[in-house]
């Protein structure tokens, strides 16, 4: 027997709350103007990561989180559901209709005209999931998300983007991200799998991280191949943290996720997501299994 996804269930919407055709409520900060998308991409190509704080309201993320909580419970409960990557640490990947605000998301003007700017008009939607740091979490080893593609590594573009959104207002005790500003463009004879520097590389990261505190609401875009690392989390809390993958064409990392959609879902989209949502069509949903083993065999079982 097929066993089925059923998506979260969304709690009936109130006066003035979003409708299908109509404005998201959740949005809060809608800047796109050429000047915010620039810097942006300024940021990107220096640093590796850039943010626009505050881009939805609380109340948007606090519905993200409990749409995350349902999904980690489901993916716990069977084989394959949820990879570790390291001690009290996993990542789970999930369907779009398992995401009440997964519109909201992929259509604010901050996320379209930053995805364009830096992956071009016919960028795509590929991955769709979150960690989730749980007390008890220890220090990542420094990684990359995936080996540098040779476009990256001859012509220096990004061919993808990480982008995060925490469920939690993050506190330092929580085992905060923490990231090696310019090191997108670091080669990586040495690494292991392409994505794993060596120990002895270690001082480098250290003298440059940086750690996020970011708060529900925020989002982070980011090139998965900027050096980071996950922090210890010595608080009793968890920390999800929303991941959306985004390629320009040919990038790849498709092959890497297995996200789909039901037929009535898709037809329910505007087509300003149909357009970059190359994922399966499919008569029922299917549970995910995770495909991100080599980052659980070098960071640890969870």
Not at 115 to 121: K, R
Request: aromatic residues 8%.
């Amino acid at each position: 027997m097929t066993e089925t996804v059923r998506p979260t269930p969304a709690r009936p919407r109130t006066a003035g709350e979003r409708r299908p055709g109509s404005a998201p409520a959740g949005w809060r900060d809608i800047r796109a103007d050429e000047a915010s998308v620039a810097a942006a991409v300024a940021d990107l190509h220096r640093d590796g990561i850039t943010a626009r704080q505050g881009a939805f309201e609380a109340g948007w993320a606090d519905e993200m989180a409990q749409d995350i909580e349902a999904a980690f419970r489901e993916a716990l409960s069977r084989p394959g559901g949820a990879v570790g990557r390291g001690p009290n640490r996993y990542y789970v990947e999930i369907h779009p209709e398992q995401l009440r605000g997964f519109t909201d998301l992929v259509t604010h003007p901050w996320v379209s005209a930053v995805c364009e700017a830096v992956l071009g008009p016919r960028y795509e939607i590929v991955e769709l999931g979150f960690d989730v740091p749980l007390a008890g979490a220890v220090d990542q080893p420094w990684h990359r998300d995936f080996p540098m593609p040779e476009e990256t590594r001859s012509h220096r573009r990004l061919t993808s983007l990480a982008f995060n959104l925490t469920a939690v207002d993050t506190e330092p005790d929580m085992g905060p991200f923490e990231i090696a500003p310019g090191t997108q463009w670091d080669d990586e004879p040495s690494f292991e799998h392409g994505m794993f520097p060596p120990r002895d590389a270690y001082a480098r990261y250290r003298e440059r991280a940086v750690r996020k505190y970011p708060r529900r609401g925020d989002i982070s875009a980011r090139s998965a191949l900027t050096i980071h690392r996950g922090t210890a989390n010595r608080s009793a809390k968890d920390r999800p943290v929303l991941v959306l993958g985004v390629d320009a064409p040919g990038a790849g990392n498709a092959a890497r996720h297995d996200m789909a959609v039901t037929r009535g879902y898709w037809e329910s989209l505007p087509a300003q997501v149909r357009d970059h949502l190359p994922c399966p069509v499919v008569d029922e949903l299917r549970p995910i299994t995770q495909k991100h083993t080599i980052e659980g065999l070098v960071m640890g079982e969870a």
